[in-house]
């Protein structure tokens, strides 16, 4: 999760520097309000997708290579879509800042 305030710093500093100033307060909000929609959307799509196949998956021991990271007990499938989503966070920033290095 460290990339996240680098990706949020520069995402303000960005509309900060492109949003006049007069509008700056309606723009933060908006982008507020749909940074909260969203992860409040992502708790209701992420729950089921957890609860019917990432856990029984780790239960019946369908991941082998990431259960040795995990376990197979209760929580395991919360485990391993953090585990995921770090990793894309992660990639992700890298790739921003390999494309953004290129310009």
Known sequence: ???????????????????????????????????????????FALGPLVDRVLQPAAAIGELPW????VGDHAGSGIAILYLASGTVIIAVSFLAMMLRAKK
């Open 66 to 69: 990431l259960l040795s990271v």
């Open 1 to 43: 999760m460290i990339p996240l305030p680098f990706g949020n710093a520069l995402l303000s500093s960005h509309f900060q520097s492109v949003v006049p100033a007069a509008l700056q307060g309606r723009v933060f909000a908006f982008l507020h309000q749909i940074n909260l929609t969203s992860s409040v959307l992502s708790f």
